[in-house]
T-cell receptor, first 118, second 114 residues
Framework: GAVVSQHPSWVICKSGTSVKIECRSL??????MFWYRQFPKQSLMLMAT?????????EQGVEKDKFLINHASLTLSTLTVTSAHPEDSSFYIC??????????????FGQGTRLTVV | AQSVTQPDIHITVSEGASLELRCNYS??????LFWYVQSPGQGLQLLLK??????LVQGIKGFEAEFKRSQSSFNLRKPSVHWSDAAEYFC????????????FGQGTELSVKP
């Protein structure tokens, strides 16, 4: 199978501080990773597409300066929530794509990170 | 624009009963279609996917789904539900040229009563 690991699983931070969340593909190389945000009892909303070695592509309405994404290698993407505020509290989930983009393509999800800003 | 609709926010079924979760999509061409399951506080696990070919797709844990192009639907079914199936279920659509980028439905919470 394919394993995607997210770290940390949960984090509590003070308002105004920054938090970094890591997403790693453990047994495959992922040229593309995706970051989603999920509010309680709601669906996953795509925040951005992260491509190795290039700038992330953000979805409309997502502040790129608040949610910094870095995809430094084929197995690691990071999401940094800068100057976090209580409204940034949410469940953040990453996925990493394995395959060539065709019928063999599948996205594997991390276990998610629960961020609470106090 | 691509969209996915899961009309049922919450469904309760008795253990051993059959299950059908509805999913309708809006997409300009034939999409990739997926069903995921999420336990509380966890990530997503893929149940099954449809890319092409046979419109009846078999997945893990005894689930199956049928792609009906004429109805723009991809409903998930299971003949006999187990208590461990209680979870949140998400239908998702992906574009054929944007491998891995998914649009999710609102989710259906499944409760199983003894």
């Amino acid at each position: 199978g394919a394993v995607v690991s997210q770290h940390p699983s949960w984090v509590i931070c003070k308002s105004g501080t920054s938090v970094k969340i890591e997403c790693r593909s453990l047994d495959f190389q992922a040229t593309t990773m995706f970051w989603y945000r999920q509010f309680p009892k709601q669906s996953l909303m795509l925040m951005a597409t992260s491509n190795e070695g290039s700038k992330a592509t953000y979805e409309q309405g997502v502040e790129k300066d608040k949610f910094l994404i870095n995809h430094a290698s084929l197995t690691l993407s990071t999401l940094t929530v800068t100057s976090a505020h209580p409204e940034d509290s949410s469940f953040y989930i990453c996925s990493a794509t394995k395959g060539t983009g065709g019928i063999d393509t599948e996205a594997f999800f991390g276990q998610g990170t629960r961020l609470t800003v106090v | 624009a691509q969209s996915v609709t899961q009309p049922d926010i919450h469904i309760t079924v008795s253990e051993g009963a059959s299950l059908e979760l509805r999913c309708n999509y809006s997409y300009g061409a034939t999409p990739y279609l997926f069903w995921y399951v999420q336990s509380p506080g966890q990530g997503l696990q893929l149940l099954l996917k449809y890319f092409s070919g046979d419109t009846l797709v078999q997945g893990i844990k005894g689930f199956e789904a049928e792609f009906k192009r004429s109805q723009s639907s991809f409903n998930l079914r299971k003949p006999s539900v187990h208590w461990s199936d209680a979870a949140e279920y998400f239908c998702a659509v992906g574009a054929r040229n944007q491998g891995g980028k998914l649009i999710f439905g609102q989710g259906t919470e499944l409760s199983v009563k003894p």
